[in-house]
């Protein structure tokens, strides 16, 4: 497949600067802005799925009724948490 370009990007030489300072070695301006790309739209697809399965668990709760205490998951989560922990510390 044939590579596109992303249209020039213009920014305050203060960003372009601070942009060069955290380069790594032989890492260009533009893989950087590349890399930061893809971050970007990757975090955008899970922010996306995100939202979307929270929509369909609010429907099936209204669907079905059943509805959890925040209270009681919280602490379910916690006690998962500290199990993992626990965990962690025995290896």
Known sequence: MKS???PALRVEPELRQAVEDVLGE?????S????????G???RQLQREFIARGLA???????????????DVHA??????NAAKAERERH
Do not use: C, H, K
């Open 4 to 6: 596109a370009t992303i």
């Open 26 to 30: 032989n890492e260009t301006l533009s």
């Open 32 to 39: 950087f802005m590349e890399s930061a790309l893809r971050a």
């Open 41 to 43: 739209v990757a975090r």
């Open 57 to 71: 668990a609010r429907e099936e709760a209204r669907r079905t009724g059943e509805y959890f205490d925040a209270d």
């Open 76 to 81: 379910e989560l916690q006690a998962m948490l």
